[in-house]
């Protein structure tokens, strides 16, 4: 498989953050083949940014149709052999595709290659936390420190499109029962922001999470 990578970034009203998760991907030591923002629907000027980038980025705009759909509309576009995920309020740090497709390259047996997160306020520096050792890190994988094989698409397929579904988390879940190996570079590969928006503030996901809960319990009691 060529070693192309694209970078999907679902956006919806993320102007205050999206020109600086371009312009993550944009000084990556090992850039991105194609990046490619999906515009969900947004209200305020989330288009405008990603347009601003010109040809750096491919926009999909789309009608207000949630995260799972404007994903798999991301991936739909890719041509990448390898797919980087990115939410738009985050960033990623200079080396991580690098130090992801070094860990893939050297070891054809993982499908999924992630790594830590450094979460910061909104506000802050978060590159001046690294820099001091700083900050929290937390090692879990997350979508957003996920560069992946395109096959493991090909095993597991899209993401959900159930709007009562945490998307990413039912994914993760069937990658988990195909079995297919995560391993980490064990280095901060992200910059995740945390501020009044975060899809984990919001009250009322919490009925999204257990809907998602459900129905990954009642897939594994059907097989």
Not at 132 to 158: E, I, K, M, W, Y
Not at 162 to 187: H, N
Request: hydrophobic content about 40%; some cysteine; proline content about 3%.
């Amino acid at each position: 498989m060529t070693e192309t990578i694209s970078v999907l970034i679902p956006a919806y009203n993320a102007e205050p953050f999206l020109a600086e998760a371009i312009e993550s991907c944009l000084a990556q030591t090992r850039l991105p083949d194609q990046i490619i923002v999906i515009d969900d629907g947004s209200t305020d000027r989330t288009g405008e940014v990603a347009r601003s980038f010109a040809d750096s980025i491919t926009l999909i705009s789309l009608e207000r149709s949630g995260a799972g759909v404007a994903r798999n509309a991301g991936l739909a576009a890719a041509t990448g052999g390898y797919i980087a995920m990115l939410d738009a309020d985050d960033r990623m740090t200079s080396n991580r595709l690098e130090l992801q497709m070094e860990l893939l390259d050297s070891r054809p047996e993982v499908g999924i290659a992630y790594g830590h997160q450094l979460i910061f306020q909104d506000g802050e520096d978060p590159a001046e936390h690294h820099a001091n050792g700083t900050g929290r890190v937390l090692t879990q994988c997350v979508t957003g420190t996920v560069t992946c094989r395109r096959s493991v698409f090909d095993a597991v397929g899209p993401f959900s499109n159930d709007p009562d579904t945490i998307e990413v988390l039912d994914w993760f879940a069937r990658i988990d029962d195909q079995g297919i190996l995560k391993a980490s570079v064990e280095e901060v590969v992200l910059y995740r922001r945390h501020h009044e928006n975060n899809w984990s503030t919001q009250n009322q996901n919490r009925l999204k999470y257990v809907h998602m809960l459900k129905t990954v319990l009642d897939r594994r009691r059907a097989q």
